[in-house]
């Protein structure tokens, strides 16, 4: 069945085709898996499915940069395994996801990929590639880096700047995965926090008696995600690495990169639908499972203008991707932290309604037009990855995942309704324009209006290039043109000082001249009164009472100046 619709010829007829640069009027035509031609007036061969796309756009398919599927985190399995998380993305617009492999601490990172590959190729329904996650650092891990990257398919690794004792790396560690990154040509994502001082904030606010999910918020201020997005930015900088930042989630943040980009470092930035739509005001609701629901890291964010503020940025460029950051989990696994916030696993749902959430709040609010909408959602990504245009562009010759978009109409987002896992919606009740009415993957008919048709393990590992033009072609130029070089000169022919020991001897602390090492040294008070060898006695006879004494002496000038009578 799979391999009849991979063959399947395809028409979409009447619409508007909408790329991340221009929207124009035109049929698309579809075979072998391929967008073969785009225009009006098509030659095209009998036999092939008409669909009419009349008033509807015709958009490049939606892809996911973070989700994660089928493992465990934080003591709990993940709501979604390969099938059901790719079957989700499927059917809300996504047509390929990229999962994220977190290997534990001082484990193989080619092991967990190994590992992760088995799983997803047995379940996705759609393309897919994987995220590799640096957890620790040694010369195992370089190496390991090195042969993902030359013959296994990988160019994206992800660091981790908070998760003390769990995945946190030290800035020198940092500074030398991004090295790598650079010197194999992968793209290196770093998720920026303060560890450090996550971690004391997680103690106090416990130490307060702060249990509930609202001490995920307290804990994990905005100014330390600051602080630690500018420091990530200054180590790529210095690595001379371009950084991807994930889940930027408050407006400090967000300002660090627009002022990086200012000064012309090669930076770019994801946020999440959750940041960019919800705030942090839902830790203080007073229903526990309710607050518990919204815990993800970096928490989101109590100002009430931050969701609107990073919308902002998705459409002025500033902030690249939206990703949906998928981590579902049930309430019950939540409550492995009822006594202690800083064990409610992180993660929320979201890769099924991502589009849909970001047209409504994105493109129906004026923050920005169908062009960026396509840009953010999938161009983009396409283009940092190392996909375009295969990926991310309805032109001949690339890739046939399509959606079939109906700018107009609406659903209304339900935990009842939904095909992603968790039992819970952040979305619960929104009501979205802009819903996916056929999804084709890789020419594959895989949704039609809202009835699913594609088997389990039909998707693909899609195999991903080094060193992208989007993130490397600025870079290697700069290499070019400001590499460090030395000053030739005539080298120095004076006299050279020899090392000077004479205030060791002249303190006693060393052997003098001519003096055996192990004769034991006399201390010489050079005018500083030792108080170690004081004669200071509290009774009995003094050894100043043969000295007269005075019953009083005025000082008219003490040094420093006269007592300003305070004391």
């Known amino acids: 069945m799979a391999a009849n619709m991979g063959s399947m010829r395809i028409l979409i007829k009447g619409g508007k085709v909408v790329n991340d640069d221009f929207t124009q009027e035109a049929d698309v035509y579809i075979e072998n898996g391929i967008i073969q031609q785009v225009g009006k007036e098509l030659m095209i061969p009998g036999g092939a499915k008409v669909i009419d796309a009349s008033g509807k756009l015709v958009l490049p398919g939606g892809i996911d940069t973070c989700v994660h599927l089928q493992q465990t985190f934080m003591n709990a399995s993940i709501q979604d395994d390969f099938y059901s998380g790719t079957k989700a993305a499927l059917m809300g617009g996504t047509t390929m996801v990229m999962a994220l492999v977190l290997p534990e601490q001082h484990c193989s990172l ?11 190729d047995a379940k996705t329904c759609c393309d897919y590639t994987l995220h590799v996650g640096v957890t620790w650092w040694g010369p195992k891990v370089r190496n390991e880096m090195e042969s993902l990257v030359r013959e296994h398919g990988v160019n994206s690794f992800q660091m981790f700047m908070a998760y003390k004792d769990m995945m946190m790396l030290r800035d020198s560690e940092l500074y030398q995965t991004l090295q790598t990154c650079k ?9 920026a926090e303060n560890g450090e001082l996550v971690a004391e904030g997680a103690k106090e606010a416990l130490d307060l008696g702060i249990s509930g999910p609202e001490g995920i918020e307290i804990s994990r201020p905005e100014e330390l995600e600051a602080e630690a997005t500018h420091r990530a930015i200054t180590i790529a900088n210095r690595a001379r690495c371009p950084i991807y930042l994930v889940n930027v989630s408050s407006m400090l943040a967000g300002d660090m990169i627009a002022a990086a980009k200012m000064q012309d470092k090669v930076v770019h930035a994801e946020t999440t639908v959750a940041h960019a739509v919800v705030n942090g005001n839902q830790y203080y609701h007073q229903d526990w499972a309710h607050a518990a629901a919204h815990v993800i890291v970096p928490p989101l964010r109590l100002d009430p203008n931050t969701p609107s503020y990073l919308m902002g940025l998705l459409g002025n460029d500033t902030l690249s991707v ?12 939540r409550a492995l932290g009822k006594e202690d916030f800083s064990k409610i696993p992180h993660g929320v749902a979201g890769v099924q309604d991502r589009m849909s959430v970001i047209w409504e709040r994105g493109v129906v609010t004026g923050k920005m037009d169908e062009n960026r909408f396509v840009a953010v959602t999938s161009s983009n990504a396409a283009k940092i990855y190392n996909l375009y245009p295969r990926k991310g ?13 109906d700018p107009d109409a609406t659903r209304t987002i339900s935990v009842s309704t939904q095909v992603q896992g968790g039992d819970f919606n952040l979305y ?14 890789r020419g594959r008919l895989v949704c039609e209006n809202g009835v699913f048709m594609c088997a389990e393990g039909s998707g693909k590992f899609y195999l991903q290039r080094t060193f992208p033009d989007y993130l490397y072609k600025k870079m290697v130029q700069r290499e070019k043109n400001q590499s460090y070089k030395g000053v030739v000169r005539d080298p120095y022919s004076g006299d050279v000082a020899k090392v000077a020991n004479t205030m060791k001897k002249e303190l006693g602390l060393g052997p003098i001249d001519g003096e055996s090492p192990n004769k034991p040294s006399v201390r010489v008070h050079q005018g500083v009164r030792d108080l170690h060898e004081s004669s200071f006695s509290l009774s009995g006879s003094q050894v100043d009472d043969h000295i007269p004494k005075r019953s ?15 004391w």
């Open 110 to 120: 080619l092991d967990a990929y190994e590992k992760c590959r088995a799983l997803a």
């Open 183 to 191: 010197d194999i040509g992968a793209i290196a994502r770093v998720c």
């Open 428 to 441: 619960e009740g929104m009501r979205c324009h802009g819903v996916p009415l056929v999804t084709i993957s």
């Open 322 to 333: 939206v990703a949906s950051e998928h981590r579902p989990f049930s309430t019950k696994q």
């Open 393 to 405: 562009r309805i032109i001949a010759g690339a890739d046939a995942d399509v959606v079939v978009w």
């Open 552 to 566: 009083s002496a005025r000082i008219l000038a003490p040094p420093g100046g006269r007592s300003s009578g305070i």
